[in-house]
């Protein structure tokens, strides 16, 4: 059943020790929320809050994008929310390709579990996973941002949107306008 093989792949997430980040975390982050998603969003990796919590996105970042996806109707719980490295990098440094290499296997069960048409990148990371895992050329988020992409998967075809990561209205709420207009085009899609 599908809710015991997302219990179980969580476990074993929590236990993992395929890299480096397990000596560092206080808890790995599997992921979480709906198990039949309108939308399948990817971060980079979680932070201190996220560490601590053991939760993806329950920090600051995580208040945008909880206000992002309000606007556009959409509450958590009907949303999936993982990230491409399940532990955070000590001082939020970027994860290096070594890491992002060892926890892709979790990320690839989660999709093949989940099976989401509509998948929505945030930030530069997960942007750049996906465009390598189904074939994309990678362009700057500056060019890309908002626009869909249609792949094709192991489950059959899929959307893709990417987005800026809603770190980056923490320090600049102008750029606040510009997050939720991307999310409304993911509405357009649902
Ligand atoms: N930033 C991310 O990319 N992921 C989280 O879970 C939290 C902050
Ligand atoms: Fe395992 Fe991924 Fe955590 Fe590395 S980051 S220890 S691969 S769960």
Not at 104 to 112: D, G, I, K, M, T
Not at 164 to 180: G, Q
Request: net charge positive.
């Amino acid at each position: 059943m599908l809710e015991a093989s997302i219990a179980e792949l969580e476990e074993e997430i929590r236990r993992c020790k395929r890299c480096k980040l397990s000596r560092f975390r206080t808890n790995a982050v599997p992921g979480k929320g709906s198990l039949k998603p309108k939308v399948f969003f990817i971060g980079e990796a979680p932070g201190r809050s996220e560490d601590e919590q053991g939760e993806p996105f329950v920090g600051a970042a995580g208040r945008v994008l909880t206000e992002l996806l309000n606007s556009i109707g959409l509450s958590r719980e009907v949303v999936y929310i993982t990230n491409v490295v399940k532990c955070r990098p000590p001082g939020n440094r970027e994860p290096t390709e070594a890491e992002i290499e060892a926890c892709a296997p979790y990320l690839r069960r989660q999709l093949l579990l989940l099976r989401p048409k509509l998948i929505a990148t945030l930030g530069r990371i997960a942007w750049k996973w996906v465009c390598s895992e189904f074939g994309l050329s990678f362009t700057s988020l500056s060019r890309v941002h908002g626009k869909v992409f249609e792949v094709s998967t192991e489950y059959g075809s899929a959307k893709i949107v990417p987005l800026y990561h809603p770190a980056v209205a923490i320090y600049n709420p102008n750029r606040l306008p510009m997050l939720k207009d991307d999310m409304a085009k993911l509405k357009e899609l649902l």
